[in-house]
């Protein structure tokens, strides 16, 4: 039997207030409650159907991942299976214990140490103490907070809170481990043992539900995936025809990127990015694709609706398995912006240059309100950028573009000592 069995599920919301920003009384909202709940016939403009007619199953000992943009229902459905919310409609069967990691300390407490959280989990997850004895340092080794173990986690920084969770998710024994973007925080070497321990979870017999927006880690870890978009199941199967299909689907071959208020985008939205142009690197001429070293500039428009102070913008460009490739923000070259107004502007970076090799590339851009260190706006996948060979230098695509040759090309200087052929025919004589 299936650890996981989902038909049609489906969860709508209801979005209150006839005009956004109105407020109602509490007799207008229990009456809007009554009419929500006689009516099967709700206005589609006055609802949001988050997940619909979703069906799939994951057998025993498997790995699922889970892509789409944000607002695609990835969140909502893991709810759904972690019991967190109801659906409005269909069913989902878990067999086994489950074990969610949707946010960073779900379910602990700030108040309590390290200690009592790790019981306090244990014990919401129905496993008996002397379970939790069994796998205690295991955990406490995992998050490397022996030192800080009997502290308060709410004194803990973001990256030992999110260590410890997710050690007690992983560590607890469940039959199914569901997972949700836990390598968009921490380092390479914690992201690299969060996967090697979910790949352990797999191959002993456990089942993974996996969300990330980091496609190599959805390949490395799941043979199979499915692809939502718009709350619905918009494909299934073997991993890398579902990532290349999703991959494919974003808008490309444009020198231009409007925003609008369907792009893959999260922030606090004090600043948002309104347009992102690809432009000449002396003139205003728009690019559509790229040749290998040609230089180039990248335009990022925006609106701020609030001051903001020591803001930071920057961009990034992505492979096609959405590693970044290469990066860079306004305070990394020095270049300051004590203050942005309230107003509409832009930004300009000069690429100079580049060594990237031919291939597909996405571009990702983004504003960071330096004050408290959170995004303003964050928009995943801007669009498309190809690179392409030069058509006046033919030659170089003999030497750029074969398969496995990497994403970069690194000028290097090849040179032969005086008395290295002598020292290695010595050697030669002496073996």
Not at 122 to 144: P, S, Y
Not at 148 to 173: C, E, N, Q, W
Not at 422 to 430: D, F, G, I, P, R
Request: some cysteine.
């Amino acid at each position: 039997m299936p650890a996981i069995e989902v038909h049609n599920l489906s969860k709508v919301y209801r979005l209150t207030g006839a005009r956004q920003g109105q407020y109602q009384t509490l007799r207008d909202a229990l009456g809007g409650m009554l009419k929500w709940g006689r009516s099967a016939n709700e206005p589609e403009a006055r609802t949001l159907w988050a997940l619909r007619d979703v069906s799939f199953e994951v057998k025993q000992g498997e790995a699922l991942g889970i892509i789409g943009r944000n607002g695609a229902g990835k969140s909502t459905l893991l709810k759904i299976l972690s019991r967190i919310t109801e659906p409005t409609s269909g069913y989902a069967r878990m067999r086994g214990r489950v074990a969610s990691l949707l946010e960073v300390g779900t379910g602990f407490h700030p108040e309590l140490t390290g200690r009592e959280n790790i019981y306090l989990n244990g014990t919401i997850l129905g496993m008996k103490r002397v379970e939790i004895n069994l796998h205690f340092d295991e955990i406490v080794a995992f998050a490397e907070v022996e030192k800080f173990i009997d502290t308060p986690v709410k004194h803990y920084s973001s990256g030992m809170y999110m260590r410890l969770a997710f050690g007690v998710a992983a560590y607890m024994s469940p039959e199914v481990l569901i997972v949700d973007e836990v390598l968009a925080v921490g380092d390479y070497e914690f992201q690299r043992r969060c996967l090697g321990k979910m790949n352990q979870v797999a191959h002993s017999g456990r089942t993974v539900l996996f969300v990330s927006h980091n496609m190599t880690a959805i390949e490395e870890l799941c043979p199979q995936s499915i692809l939502l978009k718009n709350g619905r199941v918009d494909r299934s199967g073997p991993t890398h025809e579902v990532v290349a299909h999703y991959l494919s689907s974003t808008t490309g071959g444009q020198s231009e990127w409007v925003i609008d208020a369907h792009t893959d985008r999260e922030g606090t939205g004090n600043a948002i990015i309104t347009r992102v142009e690809l432009l000449a690197a002396d003139t205003d001429a728009p690019i559509k694709s790229l040749c290998f070293r040609q230089s180039f500039r990248v335009r990022i428009h925006y609106h701020a609706s609030k001051r903001l102070l020591d803001p930071r913008f920057g961009f990034a460009f992505l492979s096609d398995k959405a590693e970044r490739v290469f990066q860079s923000e306004t305070i990394e070259v020095g270049f300051t912006v004590p203050a942005i107004e309230v107003e509409d502007g832009w930004f300009d970076c000069l690429v100079a240059s580049p060594n990237l090799l031919p291939g597909l590339f996405f571009l990702e851009a983004w504003i960071v309100e330096r004050a408290n260190v959170a995004f303003a706006d964050h928009i995943y996948r801007v669009g498309r950028v190809e690179i392409g060979v030069d058509p006046d230098q033919p030659e170089q695509g003999t030497y750029l573009t074969y398969p496995g040759r990497g994403r970069v090309f690194m000028d290097c200087e090849w040179s032969r000592p005086e008395g290295a052929l002598l020292e290695a025919s010595t050697k030669e004589q002496v073996c």
